[in-house]
């Protein structure tokens, strides 16, 4: 069996801390009195969203970089990863002085790409998913004799993400319970592995995607049939774990629980509105499990990793923007109306005598459902609470033109 698909130690998660001591960020574990007093539990939070590159992939790319042979260094390195994964690895070898060619799918965004390429490494475009653009990583691999770059069945990357849960322990000797999100299976491998070594009692529990729960699926049916759909959460949406990943994840983890993307989206814009932090889905994949009720943290201290914050600015926008639709911060309404002079003013004069802010409005003339003579407007309204709400309603109501709530 070679080195490298061996399942790690907690001797070699001890030696990557050493060697990774100073390469990287020794990332904040902050106390949340908001979270706190919510769950009614001390919760923690492991920002890994502020490691170099965004993520926590950065650990295991360093300490797998440093267990090349001089021979694998002068042939370069090939990864496959949309995004967190790709800047890891690109990170590593740009500091470790290696060539690196990472594929990623076609449709990845720019900023993900962009911030590759600033690392130094040669971005191939390939693939509609993420196992096409695996599949060209490993013919690269074999073609030009490159080291391919597993994204988490390796013993030195699993190792290398396991210094997360050493970190955990050393500052917070008394955790009762981590929680960690979990795609194909490397970061709770490691942590686990840590956890379990130096606090045999603490529980590790680990949180999928409901639409990629393909851990989950091993756990309980002993197969994967495969991801039920598009998610959110890139960082976690792995179609096919290791099998070293699921050894540990059997031996070490206490339990998984799935949640959907409306969940992570919610807990993503909570993590930014009361902690000011700005995390990717599957960073807020541990609060999400939390909020929708699926773990009893018993009043123990908990933390939850948030793994990464490298998330598509345009996504942020719309989970905000729907998040407050949920918490009635913004309410959308539309009307029909006269296509007269005046008339939109005596709308917007109610609105505004309400104490309500019009955040956004549009007018459509041309849909197939206004009336000759009328004119369509959407307005996005931002009200204060429900109380708030029902003045701008009974406003509206005396305006005398019809209005619905959009729910779309």
């Not at 080195?3 to 130690?9: L, N, Q, R, Y």
């Not at 002085?97 to 990472?102: P, Q, T």
């Not at 909020?291 to 018993?298: E, I, P, S, T, V």
Request: glycine letters at 8%; hydrophobic letters at 40%; proline letters at 3%.
């Amino acid at each position: 069996m070679e080195e490298h698909h061996k399942i790690p130690t907690f001797e070699d998660i001890v030696e990557a801390e050493k060697f990774l001591s100073g390469k990287i960020e020794k990332t904040p574990l902050i106390y949340s009195k908001t979270f706190s007093d919510k769950f009614g539990a001390p919760i923690y939070l492991k920002l890994e969203n502020f490691q170099k590159t965004g993520s926590f992939k950065t650990r295991g790319a360093l300490m797998k970089m440093s267990k090349l042979t001089e021979q694998e260094k002068r042939s370069g390195v090939v990864a496959s990863s949309a995004g967190n994964h790709a800047q890891g690895v690109a990170y590593a070898a740009k500091i470790s002085g290696i060539n690196a060619k990472i594929v990623m799918p076609t449709y990845t965004i720019s900023a993900k790409i962009n911030a590759v390429r600033n690392y130094g490494a040669n971005v191939i475009l390939k693939g509609e998913n993420y196992a096409e653009a695996f599949r060209e990583a490993k013919r690269i691999s074999e073609e030009e004799k490159r080291c391919f770059i597993d994204g988490f069945n390796d013993r030195w990357i699993m190792a290398g993400q396991g210094t997360v849960g050493v970190e955990i322990c050393n500052e917070l000797p008394d955790v009762s319970n981590v929680i960690v999100p979990v795609g194909g299976g490397g970061i709770i491998s490691g942590i686990a592995t840590a956890v379990k070594s130096m606090k045999p009692d603490t529980m590790v529990y680990g949180v999928q995607s409901e639409n990629c729960d393909c851990v989950m699926q091993y756990m309980k049916n002993g197969n994967i049939t495969g991801s039920k759909g598009f998610t959110i959460a890139d960082g976690i949406a792995v179609q096919n774990p290791g099998d070293l990943n699921l050894e540990i994840i059997r031996k070490h983890v206490d339990s998984l629980v799935s949640v959907n993307d409306e969940q992570m989206a919610y807990a993503l814009y909570k993590l930014l509105e009361r902690q000011k932090i700005v995390v990717e889905a599957s960073g807020a994949a541990p609060l999400a499990a939390l909020m929708a009720g699926k773990l009893n943290l018993r009043g123990k201290k908990t933390v939850l990793v948030v793994s990464g914050g490298n998330i598509d600015p345009l996504l942020l926008s719309k989970i905000i923007f729907r998040a407050m639709e949920v918490d009635m911060g913004l309410v959308r309404i539309e009307c029909k109306i006269p296509d007269r002079p005046g008339t939109l003013h005596r709308i917007t004069s109610a609105i505004s005598s309400s104490g309500a802010n019009i955040f956004h409005a549009e007018v459509d003339n041309l849909s197939e459902d206004t009336p000759i003579g009328y004119q369509s407007i959407r307005f996005s309204i931002n009200v204060r609470d429900k109380e708030h709400l029902e003045i701008l309603l009974d406003l509206l109501r005396n305006s005398g033109y019809p209005f619905h709530i959009v729910k779309d």
